[in-house]
């Protein structure tokens, strides 16, 4: 009987062991492909269009306004954005799976938050297969998705050390 327990526990350990090559194949399915077009409208009613920053490094944080993690991740992101304020760096905030009466704009006001807001962003959350909240994708100049994170850490450096790469 311990015999067959300390087969079982092997095998597990073995199918265990190669399961994050699998989770790290498919991530890098997405990551290094061509961002994925879209236009969405934003908080303020304005057209978005994501062809109107070709050429430019843009950060996507989908979010949702109920969502913990993106509330403690949003000042670290807002102190990054405010810090390359003088590059051309463009932060979009994509709000989706939001409830019915959720104003994404206002939460992020009165949170101090100064990036571009876009609403109902469902549609683009599924291009850019996005699983959860928050999930924040770093897009280099040439169109290409250079790294994916689900971190909610503000302090993160990953964060400044990616925002680094996409402005070369």
């Not at 992101?77 to 409830?99: A, P």
Request: aromatic share 10%; glycine share 6%; hydrophobic share 45%.
């Amino acid at each position: 009987m311990k015999l067959v327990w300390s087969g079982i526990s092997i095998l597990a350990l073995l199918f265990l062991s190669f399961m994050p090559l699998h989770v790290a194949d498919a991530a890098a399915k997405v990551e290094e492909s061509v961002a994925p077009h879209f236009e969405l409208t934003r908080a303020d009613g304005q057209p978005f269009n994501l062809h109107d920053y070709a050429g430019k490094p843009v950060i996507l944080h989908f979010w949702a306004t109920w969502c913990p993690y993106c509330k403690k991740l949003q000042p670290g992101l807002e102190k990054l954005r405010i810090k390359y304020q003088h590059t051309d760096l463009q932060m979009i905030g994509i709000s989706f799976n939001e409830d019915a009466d959720a104003n994404p704009a206002q939460s992020l006001l009165d949170r101090g938050i100064g990036m571009i807001t876009l609403v109902k962003g469902d549609e683009v959350a599924g291009l850019y297969e996005v699983k959860g909240t928050p999930t924040t994708v770093f897009i280099d100049r040439s169109g290409h998705i250079v790294w994916i994170t689900h971190t909610a850490d503000p302090n993160d450096v990953n964060l400044d050390k990616a925002l680094q790469y996409i402005l070369q």
